[in-house]
């Protein structure tokens, strides 16, 4: 078993995630490694829920939590020889869901245009299989006879991490430039909206029910820009 090192100026939170495979498969319940490293940290999920992580997996966690080795839960999958996504060509519409599944960016292409896996990349987790609408997509072994850490090394696990931090952080940024251009749109509609003049009193309704209808799509998303930052801290 490979030794793993947990430093004792981390949280059990952090401590726990560095010991996971960072494949983000979401096998263990939860959306990602660190929300189910998390999870174990405050005891609201068991250390045997990861069956990319095998057996030994359970070991590393166990060994940290001061717990027994135990099987993993079959609720969660089983433990496996590595797979990674293929993609027939020749069947792909280009439609992205697949791209918009991938937790680590390992598949390329555009709108109506083939999609390809850098296999490299890819952590194996399934995810970008069930969107696909025209089933072109299979999942290969690349490691018969080897399974958990056997299949995946630390190395990969770390990079698989990064890419997954890199990308998590590029849709939030995509969605505050997103939410901030709706915003500005909003405001110059608002503005534009008081500065008519309506002479009849059906005028005059409708500039104010134009102005409602404005100014509660601003309210809604000041409130949501507010409990997300709530959720941040």
């Known amino acids: 078993m490979a030794s793993v090192s947990s430093p004792t100026d981390k949280s059990l939170a952090d401590q726990l995630e560095d010991l996971l495979p960072q494949t983000q498969c979401t096998k263990c319940g939860y959306p990602a490694c660190r929300p189910y490293a998390e999870a174990m940290a405050d005891g609201s999920a068991s250390y045997n829920q990861c069956p990319?992580?095998?057996?030994?997996?359970?070991?590393?966690?166990?060994?940290?939590?001061?717990?027994?080795?135990?099987?993993?839960?079959?609720?969660?999958?089983?433990e496996r020889p590595r797979p990674v996504?293929?993609?027939?060509?020749?069947?792909?519409?280009?439609?992205?869901?697949?791209?918009?599944?991938?937790?680590?960016?390992?598949?390329?292409?555009?709108?109506?245009?083939?999609?390809?896996?850098?296999?490299?990349?890819?952590?194996?987790?399934?995810?970008?299989?069930?969107?696909?609408?025209?089933?072109?997509?299979?999942?290969?072994?690349?490691?018969?006879?080897?399974?958990?850490?056997?299949?995946?090394?630390q190395a990969q696990a770390d990079a698989a991490r990064e890419r997954h931090?890199?990308?998590?952080?590029?849709?939030?940024?995509?969605?505050?430039?997103?939410e901030t251009r709706l915003a500005a749109k909003a405001a110059a509609k608002l503005q534009e909206v008081q500065s008519e003049t309506p002479?009849?009193?059906?005028?005059?309704?409708?500039?104010?029910?134009?102005?409602?209808?404005?100014?509660?799509?601003?309210?809604?998303?000041r409130l949501k820009k507010e409990q997300a930052e709530k959720d941040a801290k």
């Open 199 to 221: 002479i009849s009193d059906a005028e005059k309704a409708e500039q104010a029910r134009k102005k409602a209808i404005i100014q509660a799509a601003i309210e809604r998303a």
């Open 85 to 153: 996504a293929f993609i027939d060509e020749a069947i792909c519409i280009g439609c992205t869901l697949c791209i918009q599944a991938c937790p680590v960016d390992a598949i390329v292409g555009a709108a109506k245009q083939m999609h390809t896996i850098v296999t490299d990349l890819c952590t194996g987790c399934d995810l970008c299989v069930a969107p696909c609408p025209v089933d072109c997509i299979a999942m290969i072994e690349v490691t018969p006879g080897k399974t958990g850490w056997d299949a995946w090394s």
């Open 165 to 178: 931090d890199f990308r998590s952080a590029r849709l939030q940024r995509e969605k505050e430039e997103n």
């Open 52 to 78: 990319p992580g095998g057996i030994e997996g359970v070991a590393r966690l166990a060994k940290v939590l001061g717990k027994k080795v135990i099987p993993i839960n079959p609720v969660n999958g089983v």
